[in-house]
């Protein structure tokens, strides 16, 4: 039987409507503390957190120099021993960077998060730089495993290990700001040539080791004691003694060389070059001193002291006609402006030279036929006190001048490479060779940016020794 009405049961009321969820707040922006939290948790190969917004200018700026200061840092102690920043070995390389953005802005799905990218990368590449550095500087130090220290199979496969750790971490964090696999791929490849191109043309680092400091490291030297000294004794007794003898009739060319300044190699290579430019040149085999300070040289060349020099104008005097022979002296050192010629030989106190110290030896001596060269700053104050009727004096640069090419990288002086090295080789005479060598040297000079202007070489010709420099030339052309 169904039920009354007044027996149905009244409907319950619905419940209230929920209200709507409130709105997450949203994400705060990245401070640098977090930007570089997440940076290293992508160089470690973690899911970085993605920022809602690009880093401000100021973080971005300090992100770079952050990583700027740990490479530098570390690549201070990848040098052992004395270095020097260069400024072109940290800038050069740089243009990869740019390379690098112009890439991932062209796969980025959205280009305005390319600077969220770069603040998030410069901060993944440290721990890989930093393992690849510390093992540059274990190497440096000499502490790298055996199994890993040169050229071997173990050693390539770290190295590309390297790499693949770079390249991963920039592959994941691409994926992470929605770059599809085939753009990944594409980047990956980009990366594999912008490291062989860096690799290949920009092997430049930003410390390099002090080249003065390396070179006189290396360079060795010299220890005073009695065999030293009786060795030079025996050096300069058998050099006087093998001194050739003039030939009656015959002009013969006599030639001192005299390179005094022991701490620059380039003396020590120019004297050498001259000395035996003279013996075959000029045909002066036999008849040519040359005196250097060298730490490696005191075994088989004479000292170049003031006392030697005497000596050697004295020793050549006795063998030469003195009166229709030819001397050629060749001096090359640094010049002061008071004219004066460096000198040094380590241990061994070695006094300067002076012009006037030359002239009275050679007047003393009794030599009358001179050719006179100075390759020294400052050494046109040299003319003056040198000069004669019977003297052909010329030299690398005026007397307010500094000369140039006396560095330790200098092969040659500019004077000596350009008219003994080069004019000489295709003249016998001195006039000719200075004036051919002068303008080669102008042109070099300013390329080489010299700051004080032409060195201005100068000559001085006496009359009477023209003709027998020219008698000299005619026997020298022949056959």
């Not at 040359?290 to 005097?317: F, I, K, M």
């Amino acid at each position: 039987m169904p039920p009354m009405d007044s027996e149905i049961a009244p409907a319950r009321p619905l419940p209230p409507p929920l209200p709507p969820p409130l709105p997450l707040p949203p994400a705060a922006p990245l401070t640098l503390a977090g930007w570089l939290r997440e940076g290293l948790r992508a160089g470690v190969l973690r899911e970085p957190r993605l920022p809602p917004e690009s880093p401000a200018a100021w973080q971005l700026l300090a992100l770079v120099a952050i990583a700027s200061v740990v490479e530098l840092m570390l690549g201070r102690f990848e040098v052992a021993g004395p270095a020097s920043f260069d400024l072109r070995g940290w800038l050069a390389p740089q243009w990869s960077a740019a390379l690098l953005l112009l890439m991932v802005w062209c796969v980025l799905p959205a280009p305005r998060s390319l600077a969220a990218w770069f603040a998030l990368w410069i901060v993944a590449a440290i721990p890989a730089n930093v393992v690849s550095q510390l093992l540059s500087i274990a190497q440096a130090y000499g502490k790298m495993p055996a199994w890993l220290d040169g050229v071997s199979w173990s050693a390539w496969a770290l190295y590309l290990l390297l790499w693949a750790w770079v390249i991963a971490v920039a592959v994941r964090l691409a994926a992470r700001f929605g770059v599809d696999p085939p753009r990944r791929a594409a980047l990956a490849l980009g990366f594999v040539t912008l490291f062989g191109l860096s690799a290949w043309q920009f092997p430049d680092r930003p410390w390099q080791q002090d080249a003065a400091e390396a070179e006189a490291a290396e360079r060795p030297t010299l220890e005073l004691s009695q065999e030293t000294f009786e060795t030079q004794q025996a050096v300069w007794d058998k050099a006087v003694a093998s001194l050739a003898p003039q030939r009656p009739g015959v002009t013969d060319v006599y030639g001192l060389v005299f390179a005094p300044y022991a701490e620059e190699e380039v003396f020590l290579r120019e004297s050498s070059m001259v000395a035996g430019l003279l013996a075959d040149r000029f045909d002066a085999k036999g008849r040519v001193l040359h005196l250097v300070n060298s730490a490696g040289t005191s075994d088989t060349y004479p000292w170049a002291t003031p006392l030697n020099l005497e000596r050697a104008v004295a020793a050549l005097a006795a063998k030469m006609d003195r009166d229709n022979d030819l001397l050629v002296v060749y001096l090359t050192s640094h010049g002061a402006s008071d004219y004066k010629l460096a000198a040094s030989n380590g241990a061994l106190r070695v006094d300067t030279v002076s012009p006037g110290e030359l002239r009275v030896a050679l007047d003393n001596a009794g030599i009358r036929n001179r050719v006179i060269a100075i390759s020294a700053c400052f050494s046109g104050g040299w003319v003056a006190p040198l000069a004669s009727d019977s003297s052909l004096v010329m030299t690398a640069a005026d007397a307010t001048h500094t000369s140039y090419g006396c560095g330790r990288l200098s092969p040659l002086t500019f004077f000596g490479r350009a008219v003994f090295d080069e004019q000489l080789r295709k003249t016998h005479s001195f006039e000719q060779a200075f004036a051919a060598a002068v303008p080669v040297i102008k042109q070099r000079e300013v390329e080489a940016g010299k700051a004080d202007g032409f060195s201005n070489p100068q000559i001085s010709v006496g009359e009477k020794i023209r003709p027998l420099l020219r008698s000299l030339e005619q026997r020298l052309d022949g056959p």
